[in-house]
């Protein structure tokens, strides 16, 4: 099977110009197709390790500039979903960063045999740590760091895949979308770190994603099983402290961050009752990275 | 049809999996890609894997595409269960009332067990109740918790004056919307199938008081009527599809045939009933005995032949690969013909006039 890295930068922006690439991340291909050289870019960049398909795609996604006249005054990109607009155009500028987000919409809103929760999942030894995100947590700064500097393997950064027949967790490891100041904490703290061009005044502020670790993404067929449950927070100047979270209340919060908790009923409710089962939870605080990889290293 | 292009896969695979014996398509891995689009596009995912399970023919699907399949199971499940539970809490909002209550079309099928209810994804619910106890249906509904939704005067009037249903009810606190209907067709349109018959011949279901459907020949003719005088086709094929399976499906008692096309003389439903049975049997194969199709009359040979172009080219998948340059022309057309079946000519052009330069414009979301 190819890799990404098998083409030039000039192949893959031809490829993606014409036929498009079935770009295999974890279980699910995409067929992306884009004239756009910033989505090329990012591709060429960050995706390198992936391996290419072909035949068949479990999303069809193109990312073009809508044909109207506001291109010349004001560029922009829209986001087809097998050749349908789904949202509303961004600017070109966030072409790349529209990639990844449509890609995720994508998977929380359809891979229905998976509880699918909004946090990040790193691993080692075969035991997971669920990290669910309200936003502004630190969570995907933290998993940067796990995978980047503390020996974790990325399973994923926005999207916990559990499978509901076996509970067991599934890869989906992509680029992590790191945000305003953390751009730079991650450039200083990961060494070797590779990012995209950081993209300015997106809906979310500054943007830019991080290369997931090759390691990482050679494994995506790897499951791994649940063992502890992590609510990150960045607090700045407080010493790092862990309390457990009871049984009851990890639930309640993980369903709450859950996108098909109640799409998927009886179902839903068990694979989430296994899961919070198998692990153990803490509430966690932290300021420094380095005081938090050694807490997840002294997890029991 | 004639064109190759207008015998999409997905039409092919509707075909052959409602048929007995029923095959499972031949396809590669881009053809179950592609037929897996042409599905998802005109809403049809879900009926395509519940097909796929009654005929026992899932395990035999490659992986790849079974497991697509899998993913929107999950969501006709989940959505056989919210509508047998919204249509529990609008019989209780109603039961003062103390009128049968009708369902009607996807609530009805999915009600009554029959097979276009398997993976049949609809938005809202559908009831009939007879016209004079209308107002005291809806007052009885707000008090449950729905609430209107056109709130623009010429809306208003729009439904209450010419409309055959009250403007559509959301639930405020779950979303679930339901139209209240009083009849099947507007009452400025021509044809007038009268409400009462339709509920006098009503079967109740077993084991759900009060609650009814249409009979089987009245069920097959409003499906039909509704397809036939519609100005938008975005689930044309699935709403063809429905017709097919009802047909089949009664089809095996042969009494059915034979009240037919009687009835729908009764309500002068025979045309749209002409057009069901026509590209039922031309494009999903539906086996329709040769008496009723001769019984029940069409129009003339030149406007059939214009109704094959059109409906043609709108029955299929709503999707880039079984498009063609005539597509758009086909679409506006029967839309204006929809328009038309449902108001005489001044209303429509008065009607249309105003929806296009007077109502305020919606600020409607792009996402879906």
């Known amino acids: ?300 | 049809m004639k064109h190759a292009r207008l015998q999409p896969l997905l039409v092919a695979a509707l075909r052959a999996l409602t048929h007995h014996p029923a095959r499972l398509p031949d396809l590669d891995d881009a053809g179950w890609d592609l037929l897996l689009r042409q599905a998802g596009a005109t809403n049809l995912l879900a009926t395509l894997s519940c097909l796929l399970d009654e005929c026992g023919l899932r395990e035999q699907v490659p992986a790849p595409a079974r497991e697509q399949l899998d993913w929107a199971a999950v969501l006709a499940r989940r959505h056989r269960q919210g509508v047998s539970w919204e249509v529990r809490l609008i019989r209780q909002a109603l039961a003062d009332l103390g009128v049968p209550l009708i369902l009607l079309k996807g609530a009805a099928y999915t009600l009554a067990g029959l097979p276009p209810a398997h993976g049949r994804l609809f938005s809202d619910i559908d009831v009939l109740v007879p016209e004079e106890r209308l107002g005291e249906a809806e007052a009885a509904l707000m008090l449950a918790g729905w609430a209107g939704t056109h709130h623009d005067a010429y809306d208003q009037r729009y439904y209450r004056e010419w409309m055959h249903e009250l403007p559509p009810m959301r639930h405020l606190r779950r979303a679930s919307m339901i139209d209240v209907h009083h009849a099947i067709l507007p009452r400025t349109a021509p044809m007038r199938p009268n409400p009462a018959l339709l509920r006098a011949a009503a079967v109740p279901l077993p084991g759900m008081p009060g609650l009814y459907v249409l009979a089987p020949v009245d069920m097959v003719l409003h499906s039909a009527v509704h397809l036939f005088s519609e100005s938008e086709f975005n689930s044309g094929l699935r709403d063809l599809l429905d017709i097919h399976r009802l047909l089949t499906h009664f089809g095996a008692d042969r009494r059915f045939w034979v009240e037919l096309p009687d009835r729908a003389r009764e309500l002068e439903l025979e045309r749209p009933l002409f057009y069901a049975l026509r590209y039922c049997s031309m494009m999903l194969g539906t086996e329709v005995p040769a008496a009723v199709q001769a019984d029940v009359a069409g129009p003339s040979p030149a406007c059939v032949g214009l109704m094959d172009a059109l409906f043609s080219r709108v029955l299929v998948p709503d999707h880039a690969s079984c498009r063609d340059r005539l597509d758009a022309l086909a679409r506006f057309l029967l839309y204006l013909r929809g328009n038309w079946l449902r108001m005489p000519p001044l209303l429509l052009a008065r009607h249309l006039f105003h929806k296009a330069f007077l109502s305020p414009r919606k600020s409607t979301p792009e996402a879906a």
Not at chain 1, 260 to 279: D, H, I, K, Q, W
């Open chain 1, 1 to 300: 099977m190819t890799h990404v890295g098998s083409l030039t930068r000039a192949q893959l922006g031809e490829c993606l110009a014409g036929p498009g690439i079935h770009l295999r991340t974890g279980r699910f291909t995409t067929l992306l197709r884009s004239p756009i050289a910033s989505v090329a870019d990012g591709i060429h960049r960050l995706y390198g390790d992936y391996p290419l398909s072909s035949g068949f795609a479990d999303f069809h996604l193109d990312l073009v500039r809508p044909a109207t006249l506001r291109r010349w005054l004001r560029p922009q990109v829209t986001l087809l979903y097998d050749r349908r607009s789904m949202f509303k155009p961004l600017p070109l500028d966030q072409a790349f960063p529209m990639f990844e987000w449509g890609l995720n919409w994508c998977v929380s809103s359809r891979a229905n045999r998976y509880l699918i929760i909004h946090a990040a999942v790193v691993e080692k030894n075969g035991r997971a740590v669920i990290l669910p995100a309200p936003p502004g947590s630190g969570k995907s700064t933290l998993c940067a760091a796990l995978v980047g500097r503390g020996g974790w393997r990325l399973l994923s950064d926005e999207l916990a895949l559990l499978r509901l027949e076996e509970g067991v967790l599934h890869p989906l490891p992509r680029p992590i979308s790191l945000k305003n100041a953390s751009i730079a904490v991650i450039r200083d703290y990961v060494p070797g770190s590779v990012m995209s061009r950081a993209v300015t005044d997106t809906a979310k502020g500054t943007v830019a994603h991080m290369r997931a670790p090759a390691d990482s993404v050679a494994r995506a067929g790897e499951s791994a099983l649940p063992a502890w449950v992590v609510f990150p927070r960045f607090e700045a100047g407080s010493a790092a402290t862990a309390e457990p979270v009871a049984r009851a209340d990890t639930f309640m919060q993980l369903a709450q961050n859950c996108f098909n908790y109640s799409l998927l009923g009886a179902e839903g409710f068990t694979a989430l009752a296994g899961l919070v089962e198998r692990s153990r939870g803490y509430r966690f605080r932290y300021s420094k990275l380095d005081d938090a990889l050694a807490f997840f290293d002294s997890l029991p």
